[in-house]
């Protein structure tokens, strides 16, 4: 279901994917938490997208062990091939 997953920016280095998922959990049914190591950010995804939508209006701009959090909706991956090409020359 579209909508269900969250980005979450500007992390603190020592956030456990467990406490992320306890702050979440105060608005909905937390299904996956994913926090991308030495990154500063990371990805929440509630049940349903009303629970994603309560959490999104409650969490950004609030602070977890000093930042301030940047929460949005997830974008879906990039696809496809990059566009271009390089040239190889002989030596």
């Known amino acids: ?3 269900r997953k969250l980005y979450v920016g500007n ?11 306890e702050l979440f959990d105060n608005y909905g049914d937390v299904e ?17 997208r009303s629970e994603a939508d309560r959490a999104k209006q409650a969490l950004d701009g609030s602070e977890l062990k000093e930042p301030t ?3 949005n909706q997830a974008r879906p991956p990039r ?9 190889y020359y002989p030596n």
Request: charged residues 30%; positive net charge; hydrophobic residues 30%.
């Open 32 to 48: 996956k938490v994913n926090i991308i190591e030495g990154k500063g950010f990371g990805f929440v995804e509630m049940y349903s």
């Open 11 to 21: 992390l603190s280095q020592s956030i456990t994917n467990n406490e992320l998922e």
């Open 69 to 71: 959090l940047k929460v």
């Open 1 to 3: 279901m579209k909508g």
């Open 79 to 87: 696809g496809g091939r990059r566009r271009g090409y390089r040239r």
